[in-house]
């Protein structure tokens, strides 16, 4: 069965760092597009950033210059390197995959319903 498991998050004070792991299992493709999500408590899910399979990434403003999504083909593990976090980070992070090619791969332009398969999430607590 295709599955996708997040890892690596925990509570860090702001300004402090976190790598979240996403192991890809069960797929039979190397998929189009993969991203990170956000979703705090009694909110709906966000794009945090978004990977394609060419290599090419984008991520959300809120982000940008702070986070970087990364892919090791050779492990199926997607990552998101999460540095200077601040409390408004706070949230369950969610991987997810698709191979739909319907629209560019990327925030904004590739959304939460485009996509196939989701983790279970991670959760990230930033303190001051």
């Known amino acids: 069965q295709v599955q996708l498991v997040e890892s690596g998050g925990g509570s860090v004070q702001a300004g402090g760092s976190l790598r979240l792991s996403c192991a890809a299992s069960?797929?039979?493709?190397?998929?189009?597009?993969m991203g990170w999500y956000l979703q705090a408590l009694g909110n709906v899910r966000e794009g945090v950033a978004a990977?394609?399979?060419?290599?090419?990434?984008s991520y959300a403003d809120s982000v940008k210059g702070r986070f970087a999504i990364s892919k090791d083909n050779a492990k199926n593990t997607l990552y998101l390197q999460m540095n200077s976090l601040k409390p408004e980070d706070t949230a369950v992070y969610y991987c997810?995959?698709?191979?739909?090619?319907?629209?560019?791969?990327?925030?904004?332009?590739?959304?939460?319903?485009?996509?196939?398969?989701w983790g279970q999430g991670t959760q990230v607590t930033v303190s001051l």
């Open positions: 997810a995959a698709s191979n739909w090619r319907g629209a560019r791969c990327g925030v904004g332009t590739f959304t939460s319903y485009q996509y196939q398969v």
């Open positions: 069960g797929f039979t493709y190397d998929p189009y597009c």
């Open positions: 990977i394609g399979n060419d290599g090419g990434t």
